[in-house]
């Protein structure tokens, strides 16, 4: 189905048709739908399965009418290179549209990070150590969020930051809409979501382990003392 039929705000679907993108992947197939319904969703979705498309078209479509001035929308990802890619997605989709956005992740200044928390962008992007960081300060308020999203919650996992993102729950509106992704569901990522979402649209699109494209796999039957003689050769050809 082309992207028009998801029923998008114009403005958006402008900025889809320029990038290139004539129909949606089968995570914002499936994902796109049940959040502009409002459904909380819960999806088991790889990198590069198009997910970051999949939560923000919906946020940005419901944010393009409302006043400026509050951020509405908080994502939360791992780490800084992927809130900045995220960042990079959602200003390419919003170049038609009034909407603006912010990251907020460790290693650079806090000053900017600070006038957007005081400015009140529509979508702010974070990692959850520098995002509890500023929440510390009395200028960094969520009072009035309607979107969560946590990406790639096992890499949170994995990287220790569950705890942060049980306390930067307490710092949000409990009424809201929460978008969860994850290319796992370890059980204590079950256990969060259960937390955290209401009654979530399941999507499940992980990918089965397969070797990247491009890459040609193949074997050698070799004696045990011909191996490292082998792989040198192997290595330097």
Known sequence: ??????????????????????????????????ALAGRDVL????????????????????????????????????????????????????????????????????????HAFRSGVDVMIATPGRLLDHLRAPYAKLAHLEYLVLDEADRMLDMGFLPDIRRILRHIPQKRQTMFFSAT????????????????????RARTAAPASGITQAVYPASQDVKRSLLVHLLKS
């Open 43 to 114: 999806a088991c979705a790889q990198t590069g399965s198009g997910k970051t498309a999949a939560f923000l078209l919906p946020i940005m479509h419901a944010l393009i009418d409302k006043p400026r001035g509050r951020t509405r929308a908080l994502v939360l990802a791992p780490t800084r290179e992927l809130a900045a890619q995220i960042l990079e997605e959602f200003n390419a989709l919003a170049v038609h549209s009034p909407l603006n956005g912010a990251s907020v992740f460790g290693g650079v200044s806090m000053g900017p990070q600070e």
């Open 185 to 204: 569901m370890p059980p204590e990522i079950l256990k969060l979501t259960q937390e955290m979402l209401k009654n979530p649209e399941m999507i499940q």
């Open 1 to 34: 189905m082309p992207f028009s039929s998801l029923k998008l705000h114009p403005s958006l679907l402008t900025s889809i048709r320029e990038l290139g993108f004539a129909r949606p992947t089968p995570i914002q197939s499936d994902a796109i739908p049940p």
